[in-house]
């Protein structure tokens, strides 16, 4: 088992930047691959980028494309979501996920088996 705490979320204006960090309790980090999602209110939580267990060729939802990198650090046991041009519209909270199932990766948040509490990110215009 795994436990993730995100941190990094704050309220930023248009066109800024934020980083996300998700560290992961544990010694099998490297075992899982990991996902960002992100809920704003009144809305279906939503994949944001995902990242296999090695951290080649992450996966990115078009919305957010270019403008977010997913990273890790395995060493660290750490997570990395760096957003740039940031809008109004990626106001949410943003959770971090671990999956330790798939080989691929995948962008159904129901196939990711532990999830963080998440951290607000608000993005004023």
């Known amino acids: 088992q795994v436990q993730l705490v995100e941190s990094g979320g704050g309220l930023v204006q248009a066109g800024g930047s934020l980083r996300l960090s998700c560290a992961a309790s544990?010694?099998?980090?490297?075992?899982?691959?990991m996902g960002w999602f992100r809920q704003a209110p009144g809305r279906e939580r939503e994949f944001v980028a995902a990242?296999?267990?090695?951290?080649?060729?992450?996966v990115y939802a078009d919305s957010i494309k270019e403008r977010f990198t997913i990273s890790r650090d395995n060493a660290e046991s750490t997570a990395y979501l760096q957003m740039n041009s940031l809008k109004s519209e990626d106001t949410a909270v943003y959770y971090c996920?671990?999956?330790?199932?798939?080989?691929?990766?995948?962008?159904?948040?129901?196939?990711?088996?532990?999830w963080g509490q998440g951290t607000q990110v608000t993005v004023s215009s």
């Open positions: 544990g010694r099998t980090f490297s075992t899982y691959n």
């Open positions: 996920a671990a999956d330790r199932s798939h080989l691929f990766l995948t962008t159904r948040a129901s196939e990711y088996n532990y």
């Open positions: 990242i296999g267990r090695t951290g080649g060729r992450p």
